[in-house]
């Protein structure tokens, strides 16, 4: 049974930093890509970054010089560090893993940035 359990969130002023973490279970992790998501009241949920199972990482461009992923194939947890946040950043973030065509996430954990 795949499981994520994300962890980290919570409020923060604009210019701060937060870092999430995804504990991972069920999965063979180091084999996985994983992936952060976001969805913000009233929009669609959208790819923030993602790690291959060789550590290459892809940001989507709002995020790029501000937020980094990481993952530590011993712990099965996946990272995602966030520095000079903004408003903009304040969603609800999911961690993702597909299993072959099936898509899996975690319960989510608020980020809230004031201005």
């Known amino acids: 049974q795949v499981q994520l359990v994300e962890s980290g969130g919570g409020l923060v002023e604009a210019g701060g930093s937060l870092r999430l973490s995804c504990a991972a279970s069920?999965?063979?992790?180091?084999?996985?890509?994983m992936g952060w998501y976001r969805q913000a009241p009233g929009k669609q949920r959208e790819s923030v970054a993602g790690i291959t199972s060789a550590g290459s990482t892809n940001y989507t461009d709002s995020v790029k010089g501000r937020f980094t992923i990481s993952r530590d194939n011993v712990k099965n947890t996946v990272y995602l560090r966030m520095n000079s946040l903004k408003p903009e950043d304040t969603a609800v973030y999911y961690c993702n893993v597909y299993r072959g065509p099936q898509a899996y996430w975690g319960q989510g954990t608020q980020v809230t940035v004031s201005s």
């Open positions: 069920g999965i063979s992790f180091r084999f996985n890509a």
